[in-house]
């Protein structure tokens, strides 16, 4: 973990680990990630508040990535080759500047939670007639999958 320091490029020798499995670059000042940088065992991907604008295409390559937080970024779009993640549970990708969500993000196999407010597209998205609206009322919370920073999460 490398919590608040000031990386401003993601380091490419973490490209060679294979079998890095957690990273970690939270609050830095991050604006670059080679495309050598991503080593492809990498299942939890911590980049939250940087100043990322893009991601590399190279992304598509994690296709062990369960966990991805990008919140907190400039992002303008997600790239195509990360439809390839197909092992993704849970997303953060909130605060960004994206103005288009793709159409395979919502139809990832195993992605389970999304954060997506904060971006300009989000007002668009919810026009969308494929989305249904679920009423708060009518979901029964099953047992207790975990519990963390975010809240408990439960089965539904």
């Known amino acids: ?52 604008k893009e991601l590399p295409h190279s992304i598509g390559c994690l296709t062990k990535l369960r966990k991805c937080m990008l919140a907190g970024n400039s992002l303008r779009k997600l790239p195509c080759e990360m439809s390839s993640c197909l092992e993704l549970e849970l997303l953060r990708i909130s605060a960004n500047q994206i103005k288009e969500f793709p159409p395979w993000l919502f139809e990832l196999p195993k992605l389970a939670w999304l954060a997506l407010g904060g971006n300009p597209g989000l007002p668009q998205l919810r026009k969308q007639p494929e989305l249904r609206s679920i009423p708060y009322d009518s979901l029964e919370l099953g047992t207790i999958l975990g519990e963390g920073a975010s809240g408990i999460v439960r089965k539904v």
């Open 1 to 52: 973990f490398f919590l608040g320091n000031k990386f401003e490029c993601f380091p490419e020798v973490l490209g060679e680990l294979p079998s890095l499995q957690m990273v970690s670059f939270k609050s830095n000042r991050l604006s670059l990630i080679p495309a050598s940088s991503l080593s492809p065992s990498i299942m939890w991907l911590i980049l939250t508040d940087n100043n990322l």
